[in-house]
T-cell receptor
């Protein structure tokens, strides 16, 4: 069974500050890890994903995440927050063999203060 | 890029009626589609996995007779909420799996907000 824990349901940063959203996972098989962003009343948009290879993954909008197997973590970062980054962020894990069925974390709402 | 649409984007219905939500993959074929439910300020909960040409696989606790799923073609899956009640009010999101060789990714629709009065 797989599970995802996102530490902090709400994170508030100032515009221009570092964004750090935490994600820890558990998986019995090598995981595929994802970060999605959701704006109000919209579906999910993929920010980035880790499948194999390089553990530091770069995504859209300046976000990146690092897969750390020893820590079972996949934290999302962005050096400088922008007002448009305010949204809900979901970390997810999947098992390739399971038809890409995703297990989502609880989500983190990012608020950006001017 | 791969696009998934949902129709309608929002619907209001009376208690006891049935509502059908469509999920379409517009520019790719998807043998597998997923249906999720999202309550306000909560995460997505997988309801069922829809496979083209076969019965859907429902997650534990999801009533298959209440949430009817049909995946009749490689580009269309439908979710019908039968005899809807206010507690069924929620945001329903579908996704379609694009599988091509080693490429395997899920693309999400924009969601359908259902309000049952």
């Amino acid at each position: 069974a797989q599970s995802v824990t996102q530490l902090g349901s709400h994170v508030s940063v100032s515009e221009g500050a570092l964004v750090l959203l935490r994600c820890n996972y558990s998986s019995s098989v090598p995981p595929y890890l994802f970060w999605y962003v959701q704006y109000p009343n919209q579906g999910l948009q993929l920010l980035l994903k880790y499948t194999t290879g390089a553990t530091l993954v770069k995504g859209i909008n300046g976000f990146e995440a690092e897969f750390k197997k020893s820590e079972t973590s996949f934290h999302l970062t962005k050096p400088s927050a922008h007002m448009s980054d305010a949204a809900e962020y979901f970390c997810a894990v999947s098992d390739w063999g399971a038809g890409n069925m995703l297990t989502f974390g609880g989500g983190t709402r990012l608020m950006v203060k001017p | 890029g791969a696009v998934v649409s949902q129709h309608p984007s929002w619907v209001i219905c009376k208690s006891g009626t049935s509502v059908k939500i469509e999920c379409r993959s517009l520019d790719f074929q998807a043998t597998t589609m997923f249906w999720y439910r999202q309550f306000p300020k909560q995460s997505l909960m997988l309801m069922a996995t829809s496979n083209e040409g076969s019965k859907a696989t429902y997650e534990q606790g999801v009533e298959k007779d209440k949430f009817l799923i049909n995946h009749a073609s490689l580009t269309l899956s439908t979710l019908t909420v039968t005899s809807a009640h206010p507690e069924d009010s929620s945001f329903y999101i579908c996704s379609a799996n694009l599988l091509a060789g080693l490429y395997n990714e899920q693309f999400f629709g924009p969601g359908t907000r259902l309000t049952v009065l």
